[in-house]
């Protein structure tokens, strides 16, 4: 009953902040295809207000280009020029942050969550969604400690074992920047995170999205060529992770949240934890209201 309660409690503290809900997103875009249906369901979602798109580097990856940051720079801009948005979009940190002295990755998507912070009036938190490293945020908040009770993150990283207990920092967005992630679950920041293996129930079928997005909007054959292109080798079906944290902050009643209690090592402290989503509802919802956007707003 206990836990039934604070599940309660969470998605309700999430969402009673407003009617409209205003957001940094900072998303390593370039680095595989979720990225960019999360951003467009959230660019059109009437309850959120995207202030600013942040790029996130994915340097530490194997895989990683030559400047993982200013491919998801790229990226961002082409996907706002095709949904007609001038929405401010920043370059982040070239890399994960420094071992020693200074630990920043001082850049313009840093700063400008430490602008918007500072913005706020008393009382008021500012929502950064982070799809991939956490070295933006972080790094805001390693230049102006004073932020940190400004701030209210949610967060596409970690796994988490309920039945046992056991958080573990292994996956794609914690490793590329371990440091960043290790800060932020130490830190007094309010945080609610998907771990992977919650977000991995959010998987679509190659063919059916091509089926659902094969209209005149060019941002449509922009989300089927990008899963199409990309250069791996999940070309039936895929995991749209990032979606799954986005329509999770908007649609609560989609999503179980639960409190938890992390170990001293990762802080020792209270972080809300999506513990189950309603993946199908989630899916379908996403090309109902991409579709009934796209034909209010006919590409010009």
Do not use: C
């Not at 490293?133 to 400690?145: E, G, K, R, Y």
């Amino acid at each position: 009953m206990k836990s039934i309660l604070i599940a309660a409690l969470m998605a309700l503290s999430i969402s009673a902040y407003g009617s409209v809900k205003t957001v940094i997103i900072d998303a390593d875009t370039a680095n595989e295809v979720d990225d960019l249906y999360a951003i467009v369901a959230a660019l059109i979602a009437p309850e959120l207000k995207v202030s600013a798109l942040n790029a996130t580097h994915w340097q530490t990856s194997h895989w990683a280009t030559a400047n993982s940051m200013e491919d998801s720079h790229r990226l961002n801009q082409v996907l706002l020029g095709y949904m007609n948005m001038n929405i401010p979009s920043k370059r982040g940190g070239l890399a994960r942050m420094f071992d020693w002295g200074d630990q920043a990755q001082h850049s313009a998507a840093a700063y400008e969550i430490i602008k918007q912070a500072h913005a706020l009036a008393e009382g008021e938190k500012l929502h950064v969604i982070a799809l991939g490293a956490l070295t933006n945020v972080a790094s805001a908040l390693w230049i102006d400690p004073s932020i940190e009770a400004k701030l209210k993150v949610f967060w596409l990283g970690t796994s988490y074992d309920f039945e046992r207990g056991a958080l573990a920092t292994q996956d794609f967005n914690a490793i590329m920047d371990i440091q960043a992630a290790h800060n932020m679950l130490k830190s007094t920041v309010e945080m609610t995170i998907i771990p992977v293996n919650v977000a991995a129930a959010m998987r679509f079928d190659f063919l059916q999205t091509e089926k659902r997005l094969n209209g005149p909007h060019p941002i449509e054959a922009f989300l089927v060529d990008r899963w199409r292109q990309h250069m791996d080798g999940s070309k039936s079906h895929r995991v749209i992770w990032d979606l799954a944290l986005i329509y999770a902050i908007i649609y609560p009643e989609l999503a179980t949240f639960e409190s938890i209690r992390t170990s001293p090592d990762y802080g020792n402290r209270r972080i809300t934890y999506i513990r189950d989503i309603k993946a199908q509802e989630m899916r379908e919802r996403f090309f109902k209201q991409l579709a009934d956007y796209l034909e209010r707003h006919p590409f010009k």
